[in-house]
């Protein structure tokens, strides 16, 4: 997956979940206290991952960009950035952020941005806290309204369908409704990618994660509705997104965790959102 689902592996982490993302010197993950004595915190970041994480003129912007700015804000300290390439397995991330490092050498951040958050995941990886889920991601339909007049996936047309090559969507809809739409399947490399080619009149309609969906449309997105929508079959149609830190580092997960919660109930955290043309999908309390 570039992107949430793009990356190749948490788009194999969600599937599973459906069916049962340089530093300059080299850091440790630390606790509090450390990082505030420091007066930085580092954040590892997946890198070109839009509209989450990615550089746009040079500059890294993003989602997780902005909530990273805003966390170390609140706990009075500046920031810097990992910009980390995404292994074969989001296990392989956390042990390159936040634990152990890469094997060829340099440091760890102290909180890494974007992890799913699931609770057999985290037992899997006791070398890591996972917490503070600020998203929930799911799937959606963006549809050109003249082609395609029901936002349902048994509704898609005899028309062209943009879907990410090897994302969920795409193997998901080369054998649903008995393999009528394998043949109307166009891959695109990037949902970016597919999304232009919907404006363009190229596909009738692309199917795809809806956060990066509702930033490639951006404004233009009046003409093109965004539907949420499942995938029949599946015990599941979304999947949280949270932060990480190395298991030492509880004391600096409550802070920021409640440094996000703080961002919740002012509005702050909707609006960085709102600013990337997101929807921001809070986790229902429980």
Do not use: C
């Not at 839009?50 to 990273?68: E, M, N, Q, T, Y």
């Amino acid at each position: 997956m570039t992107r949430l689902p793009t990356r190749r592996h948490l788009l194999s982490f969600a599937a599973a979940a459906l069916a049962a993302g340089v530093l300059p010197r080299r850091a440790g993950a630390r606790p509090l206290d450390d990082v505030v004595a420091a007066g930085r915190l580092m954040v590892a970041v997946y890198r070109d991952n839009p509209p989450f994480s990615h550089r746009k003129g040079g500059a890294l912007v993003g989602v997780d960009v902005d909530i990273a700015r805003a966390i170390a804000g609140r706990l009075g300290v500046g920031v810097e950035f990992m910009e980390l390439t995404a292994g074969e397995t989001v296990s392989d991330d956390l042990r390159n952020a936040v634990w152990r490092g890469p094997v060829v050498g340099g440091g760890v951040a102290d909180v890494m941005m974007h992890v799913p958050y699931q609770k057999e995941f985290g037992l899997r990886n006791p070398e890591a806290v996972l917490f503070g889920p600020y998203q929930r991601e799911g799937f959606a339909l963006a549809r050109n309204p003249m082609r395609m007049t029901q936002p349902m996936l048994a509704s898609l047309p005899d028309e062209p369908v943009g879907v990410e090559i090897d994302s969920i969507p795409d193997f998901y809809l080369l054998g649903a409704f008995g393999g009528r739409l394998r043949e109307r399947l166009v891959h695109y490399m990037t949902i970016p990618e597919a999304v232009e080619a919907l404006v363009r009149g190229d596909v009738a309609a692309v199917v795809a994660t809806q956060s990066q969906v509702e930033a490639a449309l951006g404004d233009r997105a009046a003409g093109f509705p965004i539907t949420p929508v499942t995938f029949p079959g599946m015990m599941a149609s979304s999947w949280d997104i949270g932060m990480a830190v190395k298991e030492n580092s509880r004391d600096l997960a409550y802070a920021v965790g409640d440094a996000v919660t703080a961002m919740l109930e002012d509005g702050s955290l909707p609006e960085i959102f709102r600013r990337h043309g997101v929807t921001h999908n809070a986790i229902p309390v429980e």
